[in-house]
């Protein structure tokens, strides 16, 4: 089993959807989490922390449940620049990737 | 500082070859990380550093390859005899000590065995 599983996608949204992404963990003692983006061919690079009280940044909302080793990313009112590949990232001793969830955000 | 550096960008060479990547992280971050990515995949950890010391290594990482950080600063990962099965992108990150911040990630360096 996977450290990290994602649905690989993609979600095909229109212009101002909203998509959510869900990831879960298998260390229950995971002690950092996070989502980072991947565009094509680049690196990724962090996008938000994630903690257990929920946090936004803008447009992106970030939620834990530790107890059900459970990741979401929700994205409101999608931008054609928000087409990428999204990591959920769990850390314990060191990062731990998912396989990304690939969103392609159309006009 | 304008943060982790990789070099080279691309290289393509021929099964059987050596090849050397280098890795210049964050000077103030103690860790050190190399990671693989192949297409459709997230990375997958290969080794770290902490300091100069190589404190953990993959079970990917098998003997043809060899990863240094002799200095406690810029770092190197070797590939010997390569493989076709090495093609991918190789992406160095290094974090602070705890690493809670995440990484920041170099932009890879993208080898193709022909």
């Known amino acids: 089993r996977k450290e990290v599983e994602q649905d690989p996608g993609p979600f095909n949204v229109p212009e101002g959807a909203t998509v959510a992404f869900n990831c879960t963990y298998s260390?229950?003692?995971?002690?950092?989490f996070f989502w980072y983006r991947q565009d094509c061919r680049k690196e990724p690079k962090l996008l938000m922390s994630?903690?257990?009280s929920g946090n936004e940044d803008g447009r992106f909302t970030a939620q834990l449940n530790r107890a059900s080793q459970y990741i979401s990313l929700l994205i409101r009112d999608s931008k054609l620049s928000d087409s990428a590949t999204y990591l959920c990232v769990v850390y314990f001793n060191k990062f731990y990737f998912g396989s990304g969830t690939k969103l392609n955000v159309k006009p | 500082d304008t943060g982790v550096s990789q070099d080279p960008r691309h290289k393509i060479t021929k099964r059987g070859q050596n090849v050397t990547f280098r890795c210049d992280p964050i000077?103030?971050?103690?860790?050190l990380y190399w990671y693989r990515q192949t297409l459709g995949q997230g990375p997958e950890f290969l080794t770290y550093f902490q300091n100069e010391a190589q404190l953990e290594k993959s079970r990917l990482l098998s003997d043809r390859f060899s990863a240094e950080r002799p200095k406690g600063s810029f770092s190197t990962l070797e590939i010997q005899r390569t493989e076709q099965g090495d093609s991918a992108m190789y992406l160095c990150?290094?974090?602070?000590?705890?690493?809670?911040?995440?990484?920041?990630f170099g932009s890879g360096t993208r080898l193709t065995v022909v």
């Open positions: 260390n229950s003692a995971s002690q950092s």
């Open positions: 000077s103030e971050h103690n860790r």
């Open positions: 990150a290094s974090s602070s000590l705890q690493g809670a911040r995440g990484y920041t």
């Open positions: 994630v903690y257990s």
